[in-house]
């Protein structure tokens, strides 16, 4: 079924794949670690390879991501990261933005209260916006912390259609992943798959995208939205 646009009040938006090249940084990193043994890989490109293995670690990624939610000791582990982060233990990050979102979301946020629905940590979250100047798009941030449960549980979603003052159904979930895709129909609301990140068409769709895009920067058009 083709999105009802009519339906549409507000968007949610994953952060990792769909705003933040996170992809892009797993596949370099895994690269530098094949590349002693490119004369072992197909046609001898270690860049090609960790792109495959990054494609093939996203399902059990997910999984093993949410968890801690399912045991129970996701807020040990916060805390952990938190003192990690005191002490100076913790890698930092460099964010990068995927092309096409800084535009985007200046478009977007002229016509939807907009907000993040991300399993990353609060402080994560947070310093991703912050490098970019990306927080002023966003009614509501709900990180890994915020609801009980994270995707793919509704929660996030739900909490977000609620800071936003709209109903969950109205709600546009954005995610790169099928863990994005399930969190968004388990509340009501309707959802787009990004190729932009760990994602594959296929598998978006078997999770219940309404509709597949390269990434957030056809959103607009998607959504016909006049340029500004």
């Not at 259609?161 to 309707?190: F, K, N, S, Y």
């Amino acid at each position: 079924m083709p999105l009802d646009l009519a339906r549409i009040r507000g968007l949610c938006f994953d952060v990792d794949g769909t705003l933040s090249d996170t992809d892009d940084q797993y596949v370099a990193r895994f690269a530098r670690l094949l590349s002693p043994f490119r004369l072992f890989l197909p046609g001898r490109d270690p860049r090609h390879a960790a792109r495959r293995l990054v494609m093939r670690l996203e399902t059990p990624a997910n999984l093993a991501f949410t968890l801690p939610d399912r045991l129970g000791i996701d807020d040990e582990l916060y805390r952990l990261g938190e003192t990690l982060n005191r002490r100076g233990l913790a890698r930092r990050h460099h964010f990068l933005l995927i092309p096409g979102v800084a535009e985007a979301l200046e478009r977007l946020s002229a016509h939807y209260p907009q907000s993040v629905v991300t399993a990353r940590g609060p402080r994560g979250t947070l310093a991703f916006l912050e490098q970019f100047d990306l927080q002023r798009h966003f009614l509501a941030v709900a990180s890994s912390m915020t609801t009980p449960r994270t995707k793919p549980f509704p929660d996030p979603v739900l909490w977000s259609a609620e800071q936003m003052g709209i109903a969950p159904g109205e709600c546009l979930m954005i995610g790169d992943t099928t863990v994005d895709i399930l969190a968004g129909r388990r509340a009501g609301a309707q959802t787009v798959g990004v190729l932009s990140g760990f994602g594959e068409e296929a598998e978006l769709r078997r999770a219940g995208a309404d509709e597949i895009l390269p990434g957030v920067a056809e959103l607009p058009a998607l959504l016909n939205l006049p340029f500004t």
